[in-house]
């Protein structure tokens, strides 16, 4: 048996109506939004925009404010550092109860539907996502890399 797919997205330099045809393409049925901040100075990216963009395609939307990045860790995928940003996002963030909660929920929400991980930055390798990826990986889901072309 196939294992079950969870997709990651960033929107960086992406535009929306590219960023919904690989959602649809890749058959995504829910946005997992796993920023911390869900507002965006990329018109269509902020969170009451994206949710009725994404319904007007028929996906899903869930803001999983919990698992978003504190503004230090932001800062540090920013600057292109992506083991202080990771460093940050675990000793903060994933430490806390609140969040393991919110993973379960998210664990959760990727048994049931395809599920696909948003943040803003292009390369998973220096976003919190892809820790997210990871972890959902070591418990038995196929982790896809999705890109805006």
């Given at each position: 048996?196939a294992k079950?797919?969870?997709?990651?997205?960033?929107?960086?330099?992406?535009d929306?109506?590219?960023?919904?045809?690989?959602?649809?393409d890749?058959?995504?049925a829910?946005l997992?939004?796993?920023?911390?901040?869900?507002?965006?100075?990329?018109?269509?990216?902020?969170?009451?925009?994206?949710?009725d963009a994404?319904?007007s395609?028929g996906?899903?939307?869930?803001?999983?404010?919990?698992?978003?990045?504190?503004?230090?860790?932001?800062?540090?995928?920013?600057?292109?550092d992506?083991d202080?940003m990771?460093?940050?996002?675990?000793?903060?963030?994933?430490?806390?109860?609140?969040?393991?909660?919110?993973?379960?929920?998210?664990?959760e929400?990727?048994?049931?539907?395809?599920v696909?991980?948003?943040?803003?930055e292009?390369?998973?390798?220096?976003?919190?996502?892809?820790v997210?990826?990871?972890?959902?990986?070591?418990?038995?889901?196929?982790?896809?890399?999705?890109?805006?072309l």
């Amino acid at each position: 048996m196939a294992k079950p797919q969870v997709f990651t997205i960033g929107y960086e330099g992406a535009d929306v109506d590219r960023f919904l045809a690989t959602l649809e393409d890749a058959g995504v049925a829910t946005l997992a939004d796993v920023r911390a901040v869900a507002l965006s100075r990329k018109r269509g990216f902020s969170k009451s925009a994206l949710r009725d963009a994404l319904a007007s395609q028929g996906i899903g939307y869930e803001h999983f404010i919990r698992l978003g990045t504190p503004k230090e860790g932001r800062q540090a995928a920013r600057a292109g550092d992506g083991d202080l940003m990771r460093r940050i996002y675990c000793d903060e963030v994933l430490s806390r109860e609140e969040a393991q909660e919110a993973f379960r929920d998210l664990e959760e929400l990727a048994a049931s539907r395809p599920v696909c991980l948003l943040c803003f930055e292009r390369d998973p390798a220096i976003c919190h996502r892809r820790v997210l990826a990871q972890q959902l990986a070591s418990r038995g889901f196929e982790i896809v890399d999705l890109t805006v072309l």
